[in-house]
């Protein structure tokens, strides 16, 4: 993805000087009192900011051309920032992203959405039971998380309805931070996790991703069940990703955003979220595609010798495939 327009200033656009006989370029001043904020929400065209510790709402300069902004970017501002009802702002600049989690809708579909800039944590929050653990699901989510260089979190839920011990199984090799909850339990472990730090919650629906939210951060009152007695509204009426702040650090909500389509990620970048396979397939013959019809490939030979774990060479199989569009399996799995 091209970040050219991104970081164009509002003050480097030249602007032709008023009056005078010979109309001359010049430098607009510098928005030398632009104030840093933090994107918290994107909805319609209005950036909701946080500035010092107001809540300010913004447009985008016209300067800045169709670049982009997200939540979590870091911006600057200008014009009215006291965070009054009813009054706007302007976004002159956003700043370089130190990272951006993108996603395609589904596995064959090119087009890329940015759905956070600067997150350093992804959580992959998964129920134990009801619904139960989704593997496919977490494999995705670890493929996503390591391409967009974020920390991977397992957050497995409903401690109480079932043993994590399986699941942690599978990923004992990954060297993956973990972490088990239950809405009864003690989330001290989750929040040393999340300390300091700019964390992407993602899980599919109804694995308690609200419940752990609203723990975390009851004012945030997201909604749990089915709809939200106070808006009436069904859940997940809005697609877009929402900052909400801890006491040391930030949780991101991303209601709409179920899972990552990996049509942007490449087969050797898929493999790379596989780091319990990652050295095998260096013994794969050239070009090896790693799919299971393709003859050589090492990913069979070291299951075979048992130096592999089946389930997870299907599971990344399965993940290959999906790119290709071999299989029906869509992001949402
Ligand atoms: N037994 C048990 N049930 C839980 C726990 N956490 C949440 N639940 C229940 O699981 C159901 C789904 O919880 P939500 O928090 O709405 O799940 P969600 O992941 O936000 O789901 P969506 O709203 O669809 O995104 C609700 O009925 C919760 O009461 C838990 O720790 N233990
Ligand atoms: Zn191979």
Known sequence: ???????????????????????????????????????????????TCLVEDRTVVAMKAR?????????????????????????????????????VLRRT??????????????????????????????????????????????????????????????VLETYSALDLPSVVTSRDGDLDPLREQLAGRVSVLVGSSGVGKSTLVNLLIPEAGRAVGDVNPVTGRGRHTSASAVALTLPDGWIIDTPGVRSFGLAHISPDDVVAG?????????????????????????LDSGTAAGRLDADRVSSLRRLLASREGADDSRAQQ
């Not at 003050?11 to 032709?16: A, L, N």
């Not at 006291?82 to 992203?97: F, H, K, N, Q, T």
């Not at 940015?114 to 653990?133: C, G, Y």
């Not at 839920?157 to 079932?162: F, I, R, S, Y």
Request: aromatic residues 4%; proline residues 9%.
């Open 274 to 298: 596989f780091p319990d396979l990652d050295e095998a397939v260096a013994e794969c013959p050239p070009g090896c595609a790693h799919t299971a019809d393709v003859p050589g490939c090492a």
């Open 63 to 99: 300067e800045l051309g169709r670049g982009s902004i997200t939540v979590g970017d870091r911006v600057r501002l200008v014009g009215d920032l006291s965070g009054r009802p009813d009054s706007l702002a302007r976004v002159v600049r956003v700043e370089e992203r130190r990272s």
């Open 1 to 47: 993805m091209s970040t050219g327009r991104r970081y164009l200033d509002e003050d480097d656009v030249p602007v032709r000087a008023r009056g005078g006989s010979r109309p001359r370029t010049r430098k607009r001043p510098k928005h030398e009192d632009a104030k840093p904020g933090f994107v918290t929400a994107v909805d319609r065209g209005r950036y």
């Open 105 to 166: 809708a589904d596995d064959t579909d090119p087009v890329e959405r940015v759905i956070v800039a600067n997150a350093d944590q992804l959580v992959i929050v998964s129920s134990l039971a009801d619904p139960p653990p989704q593997p496919r699901f977490i494999d995705r989510c670890l493929v996503a998380a390591y391409d967009a260089g974020l920390r991977p979190l397992l957050c497995l839920t409903k401690v109480d309805l079932a043993a994590p011990d399986d």
